[in-house]
């Protein structure tokens, strides 16, 4: 769940992204998975989906780093994070989320989706066993 405050607005990277509203500084704690609220889908699951759930997982969700029988789709607006190759969020560990520098009110937050994938970044539905 992400534990600071953000909004969603059109993103010059892609669709639609989350911006900071207020200055982040830089360590800052960004996103921390709650297994209350983020899901963890089983792949079976996951893989039995048709039509618009199963495009929208393809789209949001993420293997699972701990247990690959496992995807991750996030709770709130953390899902909708873009990413850059020079991402101003840190998340290289898979229950938390740091700043990597200060970020300005109005930035929009962005990570390094090669973190979630072992052989580089693919939206799950375009990955072929």
């Known amino acids: 769940m992400l534990l600071v405050d953000t909004y969603l607005d059109k993103s010059s990277i892609q669709g639609i992204g989350v911006f900071a ?15 209350r ?15 618009p759930v199963k495009s929208y997982l393809d789209r949001y969700s993420y293997p699972d780093r701990h247990d690959p029988s496992f995807i ?3 709770a709130d607006d953390a899902r909708y994070m873009n990413h850059d190759d020079e991402p101003n ?5 898979s229950e938390e989320t740091y700043a990597l520098r200060d970020i300005a009110p109005g930035e929009e937050l962005t990570c390094n989706y090669n973190h979630f994938f ?5 939206f799950l539905g375009d990955r072929h066993p």
Do not use: A, M, N
């Open 21 to 35: 509203k207020h200055r982040i500084p830089k360590g800052t704690l960004i996103w921390k998975l709650d297994p």
């Open 37 to 51: 609220f983020d899901r963890r889908i089983p792949v079976d699951t996951y893989e039995s989906q048709i039509g």
């Open 72 to 74: 991750v789709f996030e």
């Open 89 to 93: 969020c840190d998340v290289s560990s």
């Open 118 to 122: 072992e052989d580089g970044f693919d």
